[in-house]
């Protein structure tokens, strides 16, 4: 499933689980290559796949585009949540470029709205690749102290009082971590989930990944958290790795998610039946089936009908060679007693298209295929004749 979307409150670790992810998979992907590569079995069919990590920090999007305080923003602004729509469409337009089944996404953000996350999972749907959520479990408390241990720093980087002591002062104390845009550097009880020898945890730096939010922001996005549902389709499969998981546990769950993505049991992902176009004809395109056999009737009229008028003309039920129909079920024609021009059966013709351009009163059929026109379009012709004589 090669999109994973990895949700959480904010400062919850997400984005140091992210990484140790990204080291992960990348790891697996290599290793994955270089024993397709060396095997010598002509039919092994495992693919590559290319890794991409998407975040707000990728994208330049700041933390102020979630901020719906009346002092930043006036009322109406606020209503529309403009900002955060934007940003929302960047991150959505980052993934629909580069997904698909050879390509394993990994979206880093809050991602904490469910109609967010099944417009993600309708995406990869749509390209015939499959999704899995990633929740990062933390307690509130600590994630606060996170946030509110990144607001202290901010605070004395901008008096000019020992930004770099202070981040010392703040990772030594054990209670608060630190990490990357959402965490967890040197607290974390000791654990940082180390899932491989690559660097799967990267020195953290304090620029835009420690950007913190305003506390009355970090309260508004806590309260606005929609925590994801393994039982509804768009959150399934889920997986959950909480703040003091350790090495081994994060391997486990790192280890499931790699089998839900490329392992050998997963699922194929069909299109949403919903939104597929009903197969109304397996030899093209339903309109232009209508046309060409509608239009192939009205020639074989004009060839076969006597000079006097009137009379039957035999139509075969596929459109083939002449002889080439049903036996004994060729449809009939009963023509008026006069003859019958092009520009009357063009008027028939038009008339039938348009009372069945949209397949209207066929739908019991099932498929509408080019014999069942061929048959209704005669019937029509039938009756019309009819009145007309």
Not at 266 to 285: H, L, M, Y
Not at 287 to 299: A, F, G, N, P
């Given at each position: 499933m090669p999109l994973i979307i990895i949700t959480g409150l904010p400062t919850s670790g997400k984005t140091t689980r992210a990484r140790q992810l990204h080291a992960y998979l990348s790891s697996r992907i290599a290793s994955s290559s270089s024993s397709t590569s060396q095997s010598s079995q002509p039919?092994?069919?495992?693919?590559?796949?290319?890794?991409?990590?998407?975040?707000?920090?990728?994208?330049?999007?700041?933390?102020?585009?979630?901020?719906?305080s009346?002092?930043?923003?006036?009322?109406?602004?606020?209503?529309?949540?403009?900002?955060?729509?934007?940003?929302?469409?960047?991150?959505?337009?980052?993934?629909?470029?580069?997904?698909?089944?050879?390509?394993?996404?990994?979206?880093?953000?809050?991602?904490?709205?469910?109609?967010?996350?099944?417009?993600?999972?309708?995406?990869?749907?749509?390209?015939?690749?499959?999704?899995?959520?990633?929740?990062?479990?933390?307690?509130?408390?600590?994630?606060?102290?996170?946030?509110?241990?990144?607001?202290?720093?901010?605070?004395?980087?901008?008096?000019?009082?020992?930004?770099?002591?202070?981040?010392?002062?703040?990772?030594?104390?054990g209670g608060v971590a630190d990490g990357g845009n959402d965490e967890q550097e040197g607290g974390n009880n000791g654990h940082q989930g180390k899932v491989s020898q690559e660097g799967a945890t990267q020195e953290q730096t304090d620029d835009d990944d420690d950007e913190p939010y305003e506390p009355a922001n970090w309260d508004n996005l806590v309260f606005r958290y929609e925590e994801p549902n393994p039982m509804t389709r768009w959150d399934s499969p889920l997986f959950t790795l909480i703040w003091d998981d350790d090495e081994t546990?994060?391997?486990?769950?790192?280890?499931?998610?790699?089998?839900?993505?490329?392992?050998?049991?997963?699922?194929?992902?069909?299109?949403?039946?919903?939104?597929?176009?009903?197969?109304?004809?397996?030899?093209?395109?339903?309109?232009?089936?209508?046309?060409?056999?509608?239009?192939?009737?009205?020639?074989?009229i004009l060839e076969r009908q006597s000079d006097e008028g009137g009379g039957e003309v035999s139509l075969p039920r596929v459109n083939n060679s002449p002889g080439e129909g049903r036996a004994g079920g060729d449809l009939v024609v009963e023509l008026p007693g006069k003859k019958v021009g092009l520009p009357q059966l063009q008027r028939y013709r038009r008339a039938f298209v348009a009372l069945n351009r949209g397949g209207i009163g066929l739908e019991a059929v099932g498929k509408l295929a080019a014999e069942r026109l061929r048959e209704s379009f005669v019937g029509y012709l039938n009756d019309a004749f009819e009145k007309d004589g």
């Open positions: 039919n092994n069919t495992q693919p590559s796949y290319r890794l991409h990590l998407i975040s707000d920090t990728t994208l330049s999007i700041p933390r102020t585009v979630y901020d719906l009346p002092s930043q923003l006036p009322a109406h602004v606020r209503s529309a949540n403009a900002s955060e729509k934007d940003a929302r469409a960047a991150a959505y337009a980052a993934v629909k470029r580069v997904l698909s089944p050879r390509d394993i996404v990994i979206l880093d953000g809050l991602n904490y709205i469910k109609g967010w996350r099944y417009q993600l999972f309708c995406e990869a749907k749509n390209v015939r690749t499959g999704s899995c959520v990633l929740q990062i479990g933390a307690r509130g408390e600590r994630a606060r102290g996170v946030n509110e241990a990144r607001l202290e720093r901010r605070r004395r980087r901008l008096e000019g009082d020992g930004g770099a002591d202070g981040d010392g002062d703040m990772r030594g104390r546990q994060t391997r486990a769950v790192f280890d499931q998610i790699w089998d839900a993505i490329a392992g050998e049991g997963r699922k194929a992902v069909k299109p949403n039946q919903s939104t597929v176009q009903r197969d109304k004809d397996p030899g093209g395109d339903y309109l232009y089936v209508l046309e060409r056999e509608t239009q192939d009737i009205v020639k074989k």
